[in-house]
């Protein structure tokens, strides 16, 4: 029951901490520049040279 009740506090504790350090990095830039449309992505990564990451999301 006690080892129950620290692992709780411990638990409690660490997203009490982890908090304020989500919310001050809400406004960050993003390291991954999204593109609306195929095309666009296509002559950005000619034009630039890097690589493309397709996402293929299908909400269910």
């Given at each position: 029951?006690?080892?129950?009740?620290?692992?709780?506090?411990?638990a409690?504790?660490?997203?009490?901490?982890?908090?304020?350090?989500?919310?001050?990095?809400?406004?960050?830039?993003?390291?991954?520049?999204?593109?609306?449309?195929?095309?666009?992505?296509?002559?950005?990564?000619?034009?630039?040279?890097k690589?493309?990451?397709?996402?293929?999301?299908?909400?269910?």
């Open positions: 029951m006690l080892r129950c009740v620290l692992s709780f506090l411990v409690l504790t660490a997203i009490l901490l982890a908090k304020p350090l989500i919310a001050d990095s809400k406004d960050t830039v993003s390291a991954i520049s999204w593109e609306k449309t195929f095309e666009d992505t296509i002559t950005k990564a000619k034009t630039t040279g690589p493309i990451l397709l996402d293929f999301f299908i909400p269910t």
